[in-house]
């Protein structure tokens, strides 16, 4: 019973590195989320994926790009990290309209 | 966008003390959700209540969708409760800032 995994749970990058953050969920979830939580902040939704094949913008999409691998993941990755991509990013998934179930997070620092 | 705001933005109880967290919406929802984030920031969904109410335990929650609001009850709180607590409205995916809940012995 994982639910949503995320990998991986801590990644220090220098500014203008990329990266692929993964996520995977056993849950048989069609949709998929991208957020971003700065401290003191609620989330922010990056990119969500509806179904598999398709992908949206949300709130805060610009610097990331996305994938929907398959029905179990969606990853999330930066071209070039800049300092202001430091956060913890969380992947959410759900099954349709129902409710969201997060994963543990991914604490991103970029020097 | 749609706009969430929660109240208070930070609330300190003893243990065994009741309390009640607000959530209003500026716009119409389908949806909303009730988070708790724990100290170690791990995300634990506490309420799906697009309308009407719900119990689970020591919380409940009531959702009037036409007049824009949620309330979260904690009753008889203990220290595990402490922490933030987000209600997230679905039509957008928006979250509120939060209320940080902190329970002292």
């Known amino acids: 019973n994982a639910g949503v995994t995320q990998t991986p749970k801590f990644q220090v990058l220098k500014t203008g590195q990329s990266m692929t953050l993964q996520c995977a969920q056993d849950?048989?979830?069609?949709?998929m989320y991208w957020y971003r939580q700065d401290p003191g902040m609620g989330l922010r939704l990056i990119y969500y994926?509806?179904?598999?094949?398709?992908?949206d913008k949300g709130e805060v999409p610009n610097g990331y790009n996305v994938s929907r691998l398959n029905k179990r993941e969606f990853s999330l990755r930066l071209e070039s990290a800049a300092p202001s991509q430091t956060s913890v990013y969380f992947c959410?998934?759900?099954?349709?309209?129902?409710?969201?179930?997060f994963g543990d997070g991914t604490r991103l620092s970029i020097l | 966008g749609i706009q969430v705001e929660q109240s208070p933005p930070d609330l300190i109880l003893q243990e065994g003390a009741n309390s009640t967290l607000r959530c209003n919406f500026s716009?119409?929802?389908?949806?909303l959700q009730w988070f708790h984030q724990n100290p170690w920031g791990q995300l634990i969904n506490l309420f799906y209540?697009?309308?009407g109410t719900k119990q689970n335990g020591r919380l409940s929650a009531t959702t009037v969708a036409t007049e824009r609001y949620s309330l979260l009850y904690i009753s008889s709180s203990q220290t595990t409760d402490s922490g933030v607590y987000f209600c997230?409205?679905?039509?957008?995916?928006?979250f509120g800032a939060g209320t940080r809940l902190t329970v002292k012995p």
């Open positions: 959410a998934s759900s099954y349709y309209g129902g409710p969201q179930h």
């Open positions: 849950m048989n979830h069609n949709s």
């Open positions: 994926s509806a179904s598999e094949g398709t992908t």
């Open positions: 716009d119409s929802v389908n949806n």
């Open positions: 209540i697009p309308s």
């Open positions: 997230a409205v679905r039509g957008d995916m928006r």
